[in-house]
T-cell receptor, first 112, second 114 residues
Framework: DTAVSQTPKYLVTQMGNDKSIKCEQNLGHDTMYWYKQDSKKFLKIMFSYNNKELIINETVPNRFSPKSPDKAHLNLHINSLELGDSAVYFC???FGRGDTQYFGPGTRLTVL | GENVEQHPSTLSVQEGDSAVIKCTYSDSASNYFPWYKQELGKGPQLIIDIRSNVGEKKDQRIAVTLNKTAKHFSLHITETQPEDSAVYFCAATGPTSGTYKYIFGTGTRLKVLA
């Protein structure tokens, strides 16, 4: 059984397009996260939701908008995609703030 | 701001030897330190963690040590095997700003040579 799942696994798109990445966790966790991993493998937090409330919002362009329809889902919508958005995006979840985070398999986004 | 430094960035060892990866954190309020292993094309997987009230923790071939005074923590892998080859990340988190944000190190690429 997959604990944290993401779709799609690969996403190739043109500059200027709008795209979404979906994340679901079946661990019963209250907190979910989005991370960006760049080409140098550096992992950086983007957003975090706790019980559908936004608790972390790092310095991310407002073209990125997270949405949490319920505790088990956290989606990431990206408008007007740019070349620099190419990266691997990871979703993660934890029981609460400060608890162990469990990561999804990642979505590799390539902007052409 | 908070920062975690991780060394070395790459590490090659012979199969059966030990590997040590070191991290230093800046936020003295940090109280939880997980280690993740990331294999090619996969997400980071937790391999071991330690809380600030403990100095050492061991799980089979993997151990983590924490020196709160020096703000250092290290991952030790003994009897390395080819399947240990991966990128390893340390992280630190604590109640700063109430968010418990994970601050990750920059990763160590471990290669175990058969």
């Amino acid at each position: 059984d997959t604990a944290v799942s993401q779709t799609p696994k690969y996403l190739v798109t043109q500059m200027g397009n709008d795209k979404s990445i979906k994340c679901e966790q079946n661990l019963g966790h209250d907190t979910m996260y989005w991370y960006k991993q760049d080409s140098k493998k550096f992992l950086k937090i983007m957003f975090s939701y706790n019980n559908k409330e936004l608790i972390i919002n790092e310095t991310v362009p407002n073209r990125f908008s997270p949405k949490s329809p319920d505790k088990a889902h956290l989606n990431l919508h990206i408008n007007s995609l740019e070349l620099g958005d190419s990266a691997v995006y990871f979703c993660a979840s934890s029981f609460g703030r400060g608890d162990t985070q469990y990561f999804g398999p990642g979505t590799r986004l390539t902007v052409l | 701001g908070e920062n975690v430094e991780q060394h070395p960035s790459t590490l090659s060892v012979q199969e059966g030897d030990s590997a040590v990866i070191k991290c230093t954190y800046s936020d003295s309020a940090s109280n939880y330190f997980p280690w993740y292993k990331q294999e090619l094309g996969k997400g980071p997987q937790l391999i071991i963690d330690i809380r600030s009230n403990v100095g050492e923790k061991k799980d089979q071939r993997i151990a983590v040590t924490l020196n709160k005074t020096a703000k250092h923590f290290s991952l030790h892998i003994t009897e390395t095997q080819p399947e240990d080859s991966a990128v390893y990340f340390c992280a630190a988190t604590g109640p700063t700003s109430g968010t418990y944000k994970y601050i990750f190190g920059t990763g160590t690429r471990l290669k175990v040579l058969a």
